[in-house]
């Protein structure tokens, strides 16, 4: 399994751009082979930031998402509402077990 974190915060004045932004990616990230799970989360301490967590079958499945033509489109437009850097982690799990 392959997972990714990510918290960005957004200029408060872009906030609906940066929404419709992230239901696109939202939108297409569920349909992507592979795809367990996808979400963003708003911080309800701080509205203008948000958590990102997904799931996925396999890094090369992350990987054709991320660099598919829709989210090379998609990208550019979401970075650019940023009200400074994403932090985004990266995890390649090799043990999954559930309670």
Not at 15 to 34: R, W
Request: aromatic fraction near 16%; proline fraction near 4%.
């Amino acid at each position: 399994m392959y997972i990714v974190s990510g918290h960005f915060q957004f200029d408060k004045e872009s906030l609906n751009h940066a929404q419709k932004c992230m239901d696109d990616m939202l939108a297409l990230g569920k349909t992507e082979p592979g795809n367990l799970s996808y979400m963003f989360y708003r911080d309800p301490h701080k509205l203008n930031s948000f958590f990102l967590f997904e799931e996925w079958l396999s890094k090369e499945a992350h990987d054709a998402h991320f660099n598919g033509n829709s989210m090379k489109k998609m990208l550019p437009e979401f970075f650019a509402l940023l009200e400074g850097k994403p932090k985004v982690t990266y995890y390649d799990a090799k043990i999954e077990s559930t309670l």
